[in-house]
């Protein structure tokens, strides 16, 4: 009994410990709050349930053009969540940033469940730590979206990611239990695979994994209803609530997806290589999630070990259905973009779950009389690599990540400086400018108005002539702004990325 109550307090302590870790990595890098989708879907919950009440954006001062799409609005699981810090927190940075804390915080926790249910606490704390680190979930750069992960933004890939892998690890220690404890552990299952719909539409591709999980884990099939009934329930409760708010019980699936038309459709070639070239192309670091997936196979085909199987199932799960959506079944229009690199994140967690499961299983087939050693050296090896070859690069581009301090800046000054009246520039960086003009929680600091053109002009629009002008390093003009010409800057931050110009 007492081992038992240990373990308990273990695994609480080290779940604390796990989201302590992802909320202060978001602390760390503190970006400003993303343009485009993730302001879109912190706008349909800020609307939420009047979202297609005209005017309503028009309401909040200052108005910045929001293109919302239907998909921004019907996924509940993020749209809702945000609404209920947004009413604690108010409408501003701070519920933003809290938002975005807390969906680290359930994506580092669904690492660590898997984990820990397949491989044991040093696999379970390991993961989160070594995927929050990567640069895909720090790199912060809102001028190449498709590079930047959910990790610091409103965006569904990490929550959908987490709560996919909570599912998981319900069913890993369901597989362990009897009785009434594996019927409840099959209900969690069925509730995290759920929502992690409710998330992100195309996780339902992987559903289709669930019976492989069951099969491989030792789970009767019959027990399958178990998992499959409180799916359904929250199917049908989707269903209700799309009647009640959108009108239309499967307004959902009428918008899961967009197709995407291509001037130069990809080769089947190609598109079956759009993992290694997603996980390669944006940042040489991504090798390692590569890397993962070659260690874990290498580890099932030394050891076949169950819980490696599942890994890879859970891949393959994923790979296969987003390959064929994004260029095999439609090279001209696909319907998923397999290139964008947070659209892997749901197979992230198996992949590093599964490459430090093969290194622990590899390391225990070592002979007993010379374990001692090897191990030791294997181990200082393993970790010399890893700091080295991964922390240490990792950690140079989190130390290299512009936080949100200019923007801070702006707002004080802008503050003290009641005599502007209007500020032009471009929708993007006019959609985060949307948080600085107001207090962390909302309230206005300035009582003028945000005029917003389109992003990455040639050169700068008739209607920005005017001046004042503001700009950052994500407005591009070719022939813009600088102080040999008519204009003038009148307030520039200490880092240089942000200024206001003015003729």
Not at 217 to 233: F, K, S
Not at 386 to 409: F, K, M, Q, S
Request: hydrophobic residues 50%; positive net charge.
């Amino acid at each position: 009994m007492r081992w038992r109550v240990s373990s308990r307090r273990r695994f609480a302590a080290l779940s604390v410990l796990v989201s302590a870790f992802a909320a202060i990595m978001y602390w760390v890098v503190l970006p400003p709050p993303y343009f485009a989708d993730a302001f879109n879907y912190f706008t349909a919950a800020r609307r939420w349930p009047n979202i297609f009440t005209p005017g309503v954006a028009a309401e909040e001062w200052p108005f910045i053009p929001v293109d919302l799409k239907m998909w921004h609005m019907t996924r509940t699981a993020l749209v809702l969540p945000t609404r209920v810090v947004q009413e604690i927190f108010g409408t501003g940075q701070l519920a933003y940033g809290v938002t975005t804390a807390l969906l680290a915080v359930i994506f580092a926790l669904g690492c660590y469940f898997a984990g820990r249910a397949l491989f044991g606490d040093l696999v379970g704390v390991l993961t989160p730590f070594l995927i929050l680190v990567h640069p895909y979930f720090t790199m912060v750069d809102t001028f190449e979206p498709d590079v930047v992960s959910s990790a610091h933004g409103i965006l569904p890939d990490q929550l959908g990611a987490g709560l996919y892998a909570i599912g998981v690890a319900c069913l890993v220690v369901a597989a362990r239990r009897d009785g009434r404890a594996r019927t409840l552990l099959l209900v969690a299952a069925g509730l995290g695979f759920g929502t992690a719909y409710l998330a992100r539409e195309f996780v339902a591709f992987m559903f289709a994994a669930i019976p492989v999980f069951c099969w491989l884990l030792r789970i009767p099939l019959r027990r399958l209803v178990t998992v499959a009934l409180p799916m359904l329930g929250v199917f049908l409760a989707e269903v209700v609530y799309s009647a009640i708010i959108f009108a239309d019980p499967l307004a959902r699936l009428r918008v899961a997806e967009t197709d995407v038309e291509l001037d130069d459709p990809a080769t089947t070639a190609e598109v079956l290589l759009r993992f290694w070239q997603s996980t390669n192309n944006w940042h040489p670091l991504g090798v390692v999630f590569a890397a993962a997936l070659a260690i874990t196979a290498v580890g099932w085909l030394l050891t076949r070990d169950r819980r490696l199987a599942v890994i890879l199932v859970w891949f393959g799960s994923l790979w296969v259905p987003l390959t064929l959506m994004s260029g095999v079944l439609d090279p001209s229009t696909p319907s998923l973009r397999s290139w964008v690199v947070r659209y892997w994140m749901p197979v992230y967690p198996a992949l590093m779950i599964g490459a430090l499961g093969a290194c622990v299983l590899l390391v225990r087939r070592i002979p007993w009389r010379r374990r001692g050693l090897l191990r030791a050296a294997g181990v200082l090896a393993l970790a010399g690599v890893t700091l080295v070859g991964y922390l240490l690069p990792a950690g140079r581009e989190i130390l290299g990540e512009d936080r949100d301090e200019p923007w801070n800046e702006f707002r004080t000054w802008l503050s003290h400086h009641g005599e502007v009246t209007t500020i032009r520039t471009d929708i993007r960086t006019g959609q985060t400018l949307h948080f600085y003009v107001r207090t962390p929680r909302g309230e206005s600091v300035w009582n003028g108005s945000v005029e917003a053109f389109p992003p990455r002009q040639y050169s700068i629009p008739d209607e920005a002539r005017s001046g004042p002008l503001f700009t950052s390093r994500w407005t591009f003009f070719r022939n813009g702004p600088d102080e040999s010409s008519e204009w003038h800057v009148v307030w520039r931050s200490s880092n240089g990325l942000l200024e206001l110009w003015d003729r």
